[in-house]
């Protein structure tokens, strides 16, 4: 368990950087708690996620992994984390694979996002494109997000939170001719959810209420698996709800001036 004291957190991206703004936003709308938003880490100089940095007045840094080794990359990483006293760290969009080094230093404190239940589709690796166009083709009815915390292999760690989101007949529909605009529906109508439950696993963990146990599989292997608790008591989910409310509701309001159907949930 973690005390109740400030938690600094780093956000990794590499692209477009919608996870990292809705982290933000929390921030800025003061739904966060004991959690301080402190510095980007971006591997692409163009990255979107800079320029969103920049307007919250969040430290940003470029780190390069062309030509060089991973290792050397991620010490780079790891430097800049410790020295912005960051304890916790949420990949957002992030295109590398985190390396054993770097995970060692921050077991179970690396948090990613993926835009699927896990662990279906957590092979199609890191562009949540190819994940949609995965559920799509293999005509799942139901998708959604997970938060977990990242561990040795990609795509694969302690599921955090999940998120269900039914897959409409008018996206199967339009999949059939108009495969991209299907991908962007459902990839959109995920990512809404994506940005609630990043945020609401950040302050979770901030409140200390995560723990990583380990539980030993009943296979031939006897494996060992881990599996998060999370304690919910003394109402922490109603009271979460409502410090979230602003939120949701200025989400609600960008989502549907873009056409995008936000309470959508059975056909
Ligand atoms: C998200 O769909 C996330 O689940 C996946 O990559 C995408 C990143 O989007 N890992 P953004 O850069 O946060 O907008």
Sequence with gaps: MVSPQMVNVGVLASGRGSNFQAIADHQHLGIFQNVNVRVLIYNNPEASAKHIAEKY?????FVDHRNRDRIEFERQIVDLLNSSGVDLVCLAGWDRIVGSE?????????MNIHPALLPSFGWKGLNARYVHEAALEYGVKITGCTVYFIDVSVEKGP?????????????????KNRREDAIQSLSDRVLIHEHQIYSKAIQLYADGRLRVDEIVTRNKENRTNRVVSIDLRGEWKRKWDERQRPFIEAQRKTWTAKGVRVDEESN
């Design 57 to 61: 007045g969040i430290a940003g840094h």
């Design 102 to 110: 770097f995970f060692q230093k921050y077991r179970w404190r690396i």
């Design 159 to 175: 599921i955090i939170l999940q998120h269900p989101v039914r897959v409409l007949e008018s996206e199967i529909e339009l999949f």
